[in-house]
């Protein structure tokens, strides 16, 4: 009996050192792997400012221009020219590029419409035919300092509906890729 | 004459107790021996580390390991760094890894001033387009974190190679111009 006591106090003993050896190792192993690294620190900060540029509202149609100016819904009735349903002008003495970026559409089967900026010239951002872009995105125009420059639109539908187009009026530092959006809602009705 | 017999065995029995201990004190004591350790510490450029990039906003500091960014954000329009700052691989013969963890903000959480930020988002990206992100986004007054951990799994950046981080900021139309939010976020690197 003392015997098998014996033996199973030296298996139990075995099983323990084996235990403790493993746990140190782990540690051991962990340490290494964890060690060898650095710390890079970036300190970003974030200051709200006045917008570089002003939503305004235009002549033709009807506009609202929402807090700050910085996004506007555009309504339209029937068919035409509106000439000009946005001003927006430049508030920080600067010269920035502008454009416009459709990126919704609702329900436009038969809408047909162009959006241009007006800047002395035309220059034609948007175009949709048969309710499919032709042109989803302007090119891009100077807008200097102090400067006021319109959005105006031309639409022809042959339908009792309500159309909304969802643009992006996209300001941009010359040069760079630094830009800002603003949200414009068109409806068509 | 028995030992056990005599009258100062209990002294006798604590003198070789005692002269024992010392014995074995002094001999663990002196069996030892000594391996030399000559650690040199070479002050060198980090091979993983930050470099100006074309979108970096005005008024930033970049260094190889430290740079602050001095971002605007505009009330009910979003702004976007494309390129606001590049973290490179300077290493030739290795890929290294990294990860964003968040360290601290300011304001903190609770304060009404959080409610000038709708999100400040730090998106990773590399030549193939977008890799990773860490963003801050607000409910109400606190600051909300994804991944919620507060730091994103680690990415490997190849050799000779540079990534750039998109930041891109919001706030909301009632924002106040002025309000001020100060942000750190570590870029742990594996060596």
Not at chain 1, 22 to 35: C, D, E, H
Not at chain 2, 53 to 79: F, I
Not at chain 2, 118 to 144: A, C, H
Request: with cysteine.
């Amino acid at each position: 009996m003392v015997k098998y006591s014996n033996h199973f106090k030296r298996i139990r003993n075995r099983i323990l050192g084996a235990v403790a050896l493993s746990i140190l190792l782990g540690f051991l192993l962990q340490n290494v792997a964890g060690s060898a690294y650095y710390s890079l620190l970036m300190e970003p900060s974030t200051t709200v400012t006045s917008p570089p540029v002003e939503l305004q509202n235009g002549t033709a149609g009807t506009s609202t221009i929402y807090t700050n100016s910085t996004s506007a819904k555009v309504s339209v009735v029937s068919s035409g020219d509106f000439k000009y349903v946005l001003n927006m002008t430049e508030k920080r003495g600067s010269t920035w590029t502008v454009r416009l970026n459709a990126y919704n559409l609702s329900d436009l089967n038969s809408l047909n419409c162009s959006i241009y900026i007006y800047d002395g010239s035309d220059s034609t951002q948007i175009v949709i035919l048969n309710g499919a872009y032709v042109n989803q995105t302007g090119p891009w125009n100077n807008l200097n300092a102090s400067d006021t420059e319109y959005i105006w639109m031309h639409v022809e539908t042959s339908g009792a509906e309500t159309y909304y187009v969802y643009v992006y009026l996209e300001i941009c530092i010359p040069g760079i890729t630094t830009y800002a959006r603003y949200i414009i809602t068109f409806e068509i009705t | 004459m028995n030992l056990r017999e005599i009258a100062f065995k209990k002294p006798l029995k604590l003198l070789m107790l005692l002269m024992t201990s010392v014995l074995i004190a002094t001999a663990s004591a002196t069996i030892y021996y000594s391996l030399t350790m000559q650690p040199q510490v070479t002050v060198i450029a980090p091979v993983l580390k930050f470099s100006t990039a074309p979108d970096e906003p005005t008024g930033s500091n970049v260094q190889d390991s430290w740079c602050s960014l001095n971002a605007s954000s505009y009330p009910n329009a979003t702004l976007t760094y494309e390129k606001a700052v590049y973290i490179n691989n300077t290493d030739g013969g290795s890929a290294h890894s990294f990860r964003l963890r968040h360290v601290s903000i300011t304001p903190a959480n609770g304060t009404a001033t959080v409610g000038n930020w709708t999100s400040i988002k730090f998106l990773v990206y590399n030549s193939s387009g977008y890799v990773f992100s860490l963003n801050y986004t607000v409910d109400s007054t606190n600051w909300i974190l994804n991944p919620s951990s507060g730091q994103t799994s680690y990415y490997s950046v190849p050799q000779s190679t540079g990534w750039w981080i998109r930041l891109e900021t919001l706030s909301p139309a009632t924002a106040g111009t002025g309000n001020n939010c100060d942000i750190k976020i570590a870029v742990d690197v594996e060596q």
